[in-house]
């Protein structure tokens, strides 16, 4: 890995835009390299591996943990008690389960919502039309904060059409009168800060290639 591709990358980046180190498929070794030169902000997709790594990390207390994965109902609970944030909300039924669990276990995680803008069968998230249809309802739901709202763009596209994505995102989330957008990722990134992401998902350029 190369720290200086980091160091780079934080340099070029406006002041208002966070990078969130995706650390999946790394080693907690590596995680703690990146840490040390002023990386707090970790993405973790798979629970169990993120789990390993939290105890072996436990020393670490600026660390803050995002699990930006595929939720599966039978982990909320543990994704509520070890993830400070959580992108990946991509239903109404997850939400009101996180809410309820949440509840449960006194905590109040930051949620970014899941938005689908293309038609991606890859890809989950809310409807944008279905979100703003039950977005009193969601505001309603106790022991979360809504911060923002979560993307990812189908593969392969050019840049153009990437902007285009990116904007609607951030159009949406300034509509609901949300602070964050998370989107853009290896490669998108510049395009997701021309159409005001706050938030870049940044793996391979962070800690080089996966093994």
Known sequence: MNPANYLKIKNKIPSNVNILAVSKGFQSQDIKTIHNIGQNDFGESKFQEAFEKQLILKDLQSISWHFIGRIQSNKIRKIIQNFKYIHSVDSIEKLHRISNISCEEKKNPLIMLQVKFSDDPTKGGFDPELLKLKWREIQELKNITITGLMTINPKGLNSNANLVLFKKCRSLADSLHLPDC??????????????????????????????
Do not use: P
């Open 182 to 211: 998370s989107m853009g990722m290896s490669m998108d990134w510049e395009e997701a800060i021309d159409a005001g992401s706050t938030w870049l998902r940044l793996g391979s350029l962070v800690f080089g290639s996966r093994s």
